[in-house]
Nanobody, 117 residues
Framework: QVQLVESGGGLVQPGGSLRLSCAVS????????MSWYRQAPGKDRELVAS???????NYADSVKGRFTISRDNAKNTVYLQMNSLKPEDTAVYYC???????????WGQGMQVTVSS
């Protein structure tokens, strides 16, 4: 059974930091491209950051220099370190695992991140 379990979200003040984690099971973690998406109220879900099986990373322009995605294949976990958080980072954050062939997407349940004073 495929599971993606997210943790680490919550309320933080502007300028603060959070580290999100996504622990997976039920598939070969090292074979998947792992990503974090987010969806703010009234907006479409957007890609925040991704990391390939070889460790190549990609970031949305809005988070470059502030967020860092990483993966630990031994722990079947992907992380998102978020620094210098802004109110506009407030959203529900989702973990995604993508298989390229055959194409398949698995999602976590989502967790709230709120940046507010």
């Amino acid at each position: 059974q495929v599971q993606l379990v997210e943790s680490g979200g919550g309320l933080v003040q502007p300028g603060g930091s959070l580290r999100l984690s996504c622990a997976v099971s039920g598939f070969t973690f090292s074979s998947r491209v792992m990503s974090w998406y987010r969806q703010a109220p009234g907006k479409d879900r957007e890609l925040v950051a991704s990391i390939t099986t070889s460790g190549t990373t990609n970031y949305a322009d809005s988070v470059k220099g502030r967020f860092t995605i990483s993966r630990d294949n031994a722990k079947n976990t992907v992380y998102l370190q978020m620094n210098s958080l802004k109110p506009e980072d407030t959203a529900v954050y989702y973990c995604n695992a993508r298989a390229i062939f055959p194409r398949r997407d698995d999602w976590g349940q989502g967790m709230q991140v709120t940046v507010s004073s």
